[in-house]
């Protein structure tokens, strides 16, 4: 299995970034996509997830109504679209896939937001 996270950078407070996963080697259209985020000294914490036929999503309070999770199971890719970031979206980002009992994780894109 491999997830290849993509997009990441550095970017202004209230700037945007779109951050791609493509995934290989899995079922793709069966598995539930996961956002996570790890910032220095913090614990990893789910941002965002979004089922394997993309009917049902979930949030991390604080990205509510700044990120979306979307998917597109014909690119076997997964995105999260950020919006209006702040200094506190500065993390490293992990792509998660989950198929029944196995979680697999990508390598991980940093995110710096800053002046």
């Known amino acids: 299995v491999q997830l290849v996270e993509s997009g990441g950078g550095l970017v202004q407070p209230g700037g945007s970034l779109r951050l791609s996963c493509a995934a290989s080697?899995?079922?793709?259209?069966?598995?539930?996509m996961s956002w996570y985020r790890q910032a220095p000294g913090a614990e990893r914490e789910l941002v965002a997830s979004i089922t394997s036929a993309g009917g049902s999503t979930n949030y991390a309070d604080s990205v509510k109504g700044r990120f979306t999770i979307s998917r597109d199971n014909g690119k076997n890719t997964v995105y999260l679209q950020m919006n209006s970031l702040t200094v506190e979206d500065t993390a490293v980002y992990y792509c998660s896939a989950k198929f029944g009992l196995f979680r697999h994780w990508g390598q991980g894109t940093q995110v710096t937001v800053s002046s």
């Open positions: 080697g899995l079922t793709f259209s069966r598995s539930t």
